[in-house]
């Protein structure tokens, strides 16, 4: 079996991608963009066990903003724009991609935890 085929990994990544609680799937985790509600109103599953601490940030480094450099640095090579055209462009697409990762990235950490019963 795949992974995609790995019906655990499907919940996670479900649960975290909606932002969805991992046990009911019925509300959602976040109260706000990133900061986690103390119990799901809908089961009252209590997220004190959940601590993905620097982890969204290091992954929405890792996994979006990596590969965007490549992309800022691409047009500075292909294009050798002015400084104000990475100002307009290379800017908000790092900032925006990194910032937008950050809620699927900690929602898949939190769903993880409590999949796998980390504590």
């Given at each position: 079996m795949g992974l995609?085929?790995?019906?655990?990994?499907?919940?996670?990544?479900?649960?975290?991608?909606?932002?969805?609680?991992?046990?009911?799937?019925?509300?959602?985790?976040?109260?706000?963009?990133?900061?986690?509600?103390?119990?799901?109103?809908?089961?009252?599953?209590?997220?004190s066990f959940a601590?993905?601490?620097?982890?969204?940030?290091?992954?929405?480094?890792?996994?979006?903003?990596?590969?965007?450099?490549?992309?800022?640095?691409?047009?500075?090579?292909?294009?050798?724009?002015?400084?104000?055209?990475?100002?307009?462009?290379?800017?908000?697409?790092?900032?925006?991609?990194c910032l937008g990762?950050?809620?699927?990235?900690?929602?898949?950490?939190?769903?993880?935890?409590?999949?796998?019963?980390?504590?």
């Amino acid at each position: 079996m795949g992974l995609i085929g790995n019906p655990r990994l499907r919940h996670i990544l479900a649960a975290g991608w909606h932002g969805r609680c991992p046990a009911c799937g019925g509300a959602s985790m976040f109260d706000g963009w990133l900061t986690l509600v103390p119990r799901c109103p809908a089961c009252g599953l209590d997220y004190s066990f959940a601590h993905a601490d620097d982890g969204p940030a290091f992954f929405a480094l890792c996994i979006t903003a990596f590969p965007l450099t490549f992309v800022a640095v691409w047009i500075e090579v292909t294009f050798a724009p002015p400084w104000w055209v990475h100002a307009l462009v290379s800017l908000p697409i790092l900032a925006i991609g990194c910032l937008g990762s950050l809620r699927p990235f900690k929602g898949w950490l939190v769903a993880s935890q409590y999949v796998n019963e980390a504590a």
